[in-house]
T-cell receptor, first 115, second 117 residues
Framework: EPEVTQTPSHQVTQMGQEVILRCVPI?????FYWYRQILGQKVEFLVS????????KSEIFDDQFSVERPDGSNFTLKIRSTKLEDSAMYFC?????????????FGPGTRLLVL | AQTVTQSQPEMSVQEAETVTLSCTYD???????LFWYKQPPSRQMILVIR??????QNATENRFSVNFQKAAKSFSLKISDSQLGDAAMYFC??????????????FGEGTQLTVNP
């Protein structure tokens, strides 16, 4: 069964450093998403992406974040200058459509720790 | 903006018994989608079940079923014949049907389910 994959599974970085989190969505999916979950808190939407551009973003997704689909398979989230409060689990998801009924399938997550 | 509330931070159930997890939501939309996701200790988010608001019939997936009360804005998950592998954090989530502005999932706080042998 096709699934979303994410690398790395864990990332430790120093405050102020740039990190790139990578995702490979399910191959026939067209809509891609990033969510984050700070430890002990709810899952929060960051951004959605379609046709090589952002279709929706939350207030969390400020100028230090960016997303890119550099090739036909990868979807990346870049955090330009990490802060301590960026420590969280980051989930990538994909769906065949953005329509409300289309289920988003999640990857296993990347656990980011900023020191 | 839509909100989702799970008022039970923790629940426990004996193996083979039935448990119900509660979820309420607030929206001004008449059509929408509701989901339950399971997050085991691996922290992977796994879809359990989904419900379209326009459907009156409650969704079922094997041992998992929902009680969808649209007027009350309630969407509870019932797990029958609970198994040890059901132990996880369960998240309720809402999604608007709108193509351009409704792509995000809005999650509740989660309910940690423990299954006792």
């Amino acid at each position: 069964e096709p699934e979303v994959t994410q690398t790395p599974s864990h990332q430790v970085t120093q405050m102020g450093q740039e990190v790139i989190l990578r995702c490979v969505p399910i191959s026939n999916h067209l809509y891609f998403y990033w969510y984050r979950q700070i430890l002990g808190q709810k899952v929060e939407f960051l951004v959605s992406f379609y046709n090589n551009e952002i279709s929706e973003k939350s207030e969390i997704f400020d100028d230090q974040f960016s997303v890119e689909r550099p090739d036909g398979s990868n979807f990346t989230l870049k955090i330009r200058s990490t802060k301590l409060e960026d420590s969280a689990m980051y989930f990538c998801a994909s769906s065949t459509s953005s329509g409300g009924g289309k289920t988003q399938y999640f990857g296993p997550g990347t656990r980011l720790l900023v020191l | 903006a839509q909100t989702v509330t799970q008022s039970q931070p923790e629940m426990s159930v004996q193996e083979a018994e039935t448990v119900t997890l509660s979820c309420t939501y607030d929206t001004s939309e008449s059509d929408y989608y509701l989901f339950w996701y399971k997050q085991p200790p691996s922290r992977q988010m796994i879809l359990v079940i989904r419900q379209e608001a326009y459907k009156q019939q409650n969704a079922t997936e094997n041992r998992f079923s929902v009680n969808f009360q649209k007027a009350a804005k309630s969407f509870s998950l019932k797990i029958s014949d609970s198994q040890l592998g059901d132990a996880a954090m369960y998240f309720c989530a809402y999604r608007s049907p709108q193509e351009t502005s409704g792509s995000r999932l809005t999650f509740g706080e989660g309910t940690q389910l423990t299954v006792n042998p």
